[in-house]
Every structure is written in C-alpha cells, then in structure tokens.
C-alpha cells in the first residue's frame, strides 16, 4: 500500500479511518499522486455509480455519496490544486475587502476558503456551515483561532459565501432564499455556481440556472453588485420575495429545452427577454 506519510502528516493521518487511508492509498496508487483535477472529476462519478445514485431521488443513497472518501479527497486536493487555491485568493481578498465582522461559508466542506479567510480577517468570526464535517477539516479549523464548524446559519450575517453548492440540491432557489435571509439588511452574498455536467452529482434539473440564475436571484430582491472571479454579488435589501423568483423559475424551466442547444451568449440574452 503507498505510504499516506508522503502525502500527509502523521498527525493528520491520525484523523482518517483506517478504510479511509485505505481507499486514498489507492488513489495515490493509481496516479502516482493526486489527481488531475479532470481525473479527480472521473473518480467523483465512480461511487456515485456503485452507488447506483438517482439526480431525481434524494435519498438514503445521495447522503452515503456525500459520506464517501472521495469528499475528503477533493477537500485535500482543492489545497494543493494551484488553480482553485489562485481561485480562493481572489475569494478571500473580496472577503477582506468588505471588513466584515461575521462571515458564513455556507456548505464550506473541508474548510480550506473559511481558513483563508479567517486569517485574512483576524477579527472576524467565520464559520463554515456543514452538518456532518470530517474530523480533520474539524481540527484544521481548530488551528485558526477565529474559524469553526456549525451544522447550520444561526443569527445574522454581513457576508455568506456558496461556492459550487447550489449545483448540487434540487432546491436551488429555495435554499437560496433561506440562507439569504441569514444576510443582515446590506448584507452580501457571494455565489458561484457550475449548473453544468462537470460531474454527475450536479443535478440536471438545475441546469437550467445556467442562464436564469442571475435574474431570478434579482426577482427575489437581491441586487446584482459584481462579479469575483467565477463567481457573483448580491446585495440583500430588507426583504426578499421567493415567490417572484418561483416565477422566473418555471419560465426558466420551460424556455430550458428550447434553448440548451444554442450558443450560451444567445441563450442567456434570450432568457432575459422572455423569461
């Protein structure tokens, strides 16, 4: 079995399950290291297969996927993978920008952007909202003195942060609009999406925000601000209107199959006219 110790730190490895280091031994193993992150991609599909996973049935077997091994490969790659760490500079130098007291990186994962930031803003309190987080994205945390795991948002909020998250739950809007409403007034969210098949585990059926996503957040009341990188502000005004969005949403959802084959510069333009 390749030897972990290479690649991580005794006392790290000391927090991954014995099946756990097992299964990344083989990894390593089978790419001489960590993978491409196009490998990286093929080898998230692959317990999504065994698994026999539905996109349109949310149940016991998406909630094993997200427990799977693989989630704490991609946690441990994203922070040697030189492109997604340039990506979480620019997040985090956004972040600081804002001076923020309180920050939120809502379904944060492994914890690496919420690190950045906490170290970036000494007087910040950030927390990185998971519900199940591995044991050594808990310790990592532990580390930075102003960073911690919480199962969800509690209280209010000057900045939220959802980066590649919205991609992956059949209730993209919804969930939109409940986080939001963790924003205190002028409050700012950072989102980044991927409503594309980068992987199987984005769900079709959000595809469709691809073109919409913009306009149905500014239907609900969140003011488009700028762009970071890949990613969008919102400002939140005092009040948010889900059902206005729900409105943009159906019509997304129709004009969807009509416009999937045309070129993306066209389609979004033709979504902001008839949706």
Same mark, same amino acid.
């Given at each position: 079995m390749t030897d972990l110790t290479h690649w991580l730190p005794a006392d790290d490895l000391a927090l991954i399950t014995p099946d756990e280091q097992r299964w990344l031994a083989g990894i390593f193993e089978r790419f001489g290291g960590y993978p491409s992150l196009e490998e990286l991609w093929a080898v998230m599909d692959e317990p999504w297969r065994e698994l026999?996973?539905?996109?349109? /049935?949310?149940?016991a077997r998406i909630g094993t996927f997200y427990a799977h091994p693989v989630w704490l490969l991609n946690g441990l790659f994203i922070e040697q993978h030189a492109q997604s760490l340039d990506n979480r500079r620019g997040f985090t130098d956004w972040v600081a920008?804002? &001076?923020?007291?309180? /920050?939120?990186?809502? +379904? =944060?994962?492994? =914890? =690496?952007?919420?690190?950045? !930031? +906490?170290?970036a803003c000494p007087t910040a309190e950030v927390e990185v909202i998971e519900p199940h987080p591995h044991p050594l994205a808990i310790e990592r945390a532990r580390r930075s003195l102003n960073v911690r795991y919480r199962p969800a948002l509690d209280g209010e909020y000057d900045? @939220? !942060?959802? #980066?590649?998250?919205?991609?992956?739950?059949?209730?993209? %809007? =919804? @969930?939109?609009?409940? #986080?939001?409403?963790a924003l205190k007034p002028g409050g700012r969210y950072l989102i980044a999406n991927c409503f594309y098949p980068a992987v199987l585990c984005h769900l079709p059926s959000t595809f469709h925000f691809r073109y919409s996503w913009d306009q149905a957040m500014e239907a609900m009341g969140l003011n488009f601000s700028g762009s /970071?990188?890949? +990613?969008?502000?919102?400002?939140?005004? &005092?009040?948010?209107? @889900?059902?206005?969005?729900? !409105?943009?949403?159906?019509?997304?959802?129709?004009?969807? %199959?009509?416009?999937?084959? !045309?070129?993306? &510069? /066209?389609?979004?333009? @033709?979504?902001r006219m008839f949706a």
């Open positions: 026999n996973c539905d996109p349109e /049935v949310m149940d920008a804002q &001076s923020p007291r309180r /920050v939120a990186d809502y +379904g =944060g994962g492994f =914890g =690496g952007l919420a690190r950045m !930031i +906490g170290a900045i @939220l !942060i959802a #980066t590649d998250v919205f991609e992956h739950v059949p209730d993209p %809007l =919804g @969930l939109a609009a409940e #986080t939001a409403a /970071v990188l890949y +990613g969008q502000v919102f400002d939140k005004p &005092s009040e948010l209107h @889900l059902d206005a969005a729900r !409105i943009v949403e159906r019509k997304s959802v129709k004009l969807w %199959l009509f416009l999937k084959p !045309i070129p993306s &510069s /066209v389609a979004k333009r @033709l979504m």
